[in-house]
Nanobody, 123 residues
Framework: QVQLVESGGGLVQAGDSLRLSCVAS????????MAWFRQAPGKEREFVAR????????DYRDSVEGRFTISRDNAKNTVYLQMNSLKFEDTAVYYC????????????????WGQGTQVTVSS
């Protein structure tokens, strides 16, 4: 079992930065692919970024490439999402997710989810 707790969301202006953190409990964290998803009001949950257990494979959706950076510290059981140059359209609830096996952009791959943290970007 893995439990995930996100933090770091908030209300910012366009162009600002935020860093989200996700702390995991459970022995499988260091071998799990970790990902961030987001869901805006009235929209489906969408993939944002993912990182392999070693950090060697990293993937972003096109709209955040170059602005967001995903990283992990297995010693601290923590995955991060550094978000720079935030835009109004980045407004959403951001979820951390962990996959026991496999790695993809699809939410069905992920076995564990955090409760979400709200990111609101004012234009």
């Amino acid at each position: 079992q893995v439990q995930l707790v996100e933090s770091g969301g908030g209300l910012v202006q366009a162009g600002d930065s935020l860093r989200l953190s996700c702390v995991a409990s459970g022995r499988t964290f260091s071998t799990a692919t970790m990902a961030w998803f987001r869901q805006a009001p009235g929209k489906e949950r969408e993939f944002v970024a993912r990182i392999s257990w070693s950090g060697g494979v990293i993937d972003y959706r096109d709209s955040v490439e170059g602005r967001f950076t995903i990283s992990r510290d297995n010693a601290k059981n923590t995955v991060y999402l550094q978000m720079n140059s935030l835009k109004f359209e980045d407004t959403a609830v951001y979820y951390c997710a962990a996959a026991n096996r496999g790695s993809s952009r699809s939410w069905v791959t992920y076995d564990y989810w955090g409760q979400g943290t709200q990111v609101t970007v004012s234009s």
